[in-house]
């Protein structure tokens, strides 16, 4: 049955959205674009759902935060949040919108971007440094010795914030290190951040790795830094909420446990704007 479906939505579309071979199917560049859009569309439902939905006591705390927060910084701490705050049951919204707090049932949200957000309650959590970085496996094939190496290597770009704010990318850091920065346009460009991560851990390229997203993966020994120079970022994570809320007995545990887990994982350093 789910085969037809699939025949009938690419006659549908007048596109294939699979490759079959004898043991496996794959996606087509063409499923690959529909997959990010329909993924995304599916959060957003699924949040919007979980918003409506009644709530059977005071210790749901709904949290908005970007799909690649969520999967590669919030999922693997989210076992010492169950432990030091079991009595709080956390609603995690993983959507790349920004919460509006009044209609769509957020209570907290964390946000990745220049800190303004007008007539909201935010804290700064973690600052970002963007690094080259690649596989292990990818770096004993292709050895990087200076900056100049880069110019002839496959680049991972992850432009999942292009659409809301002003990052840099990898043409700024070759303009920085004085390379060819008509060079800096090749390679594949992803549309979610913890997509391109895991294209870069799985042999890709070189990423320009956003620091607290790979830091778990780099821990992990999944990703190295290049020895090569960073890019800083005036950007960071800051924890938003509307103002009065953040002193609630849920939000002001929640905020605790972010401060908390991020001084002891010493991701970054902790600064504090209101």
Known sequence: ALSHQVKALEGFLELALFERHNRKIVLTSSGRTLHVGLQEAFRNIESSIEAIRPRQDNNVLVVSTGPAFAAKWFAPRLANLMQSLPDLDIRLSASLS??????DGVDFAIRFGAGKYPNLFSQ???GETLHPMASPEFLESNPVRSTKDLESLPLVHDESLKPFIDEPDWTDWFADNGLNTAKAARGTRFYLADHAIDAAIGGAGVILGREVLCSTDAQAGRLAYL??????????FYAVCPKGRETMPKEAAFLKWLVDEIASSADNTIQHSV
């Open 98 to 103: 920004a919460s509006s707090f009044g209609s």
């Open 124 to 126: 700064r959590l973690l």
């Open 227 to 236: 020895p090569v120079p960073a890019l800083p970022t005036k950007l960071a």
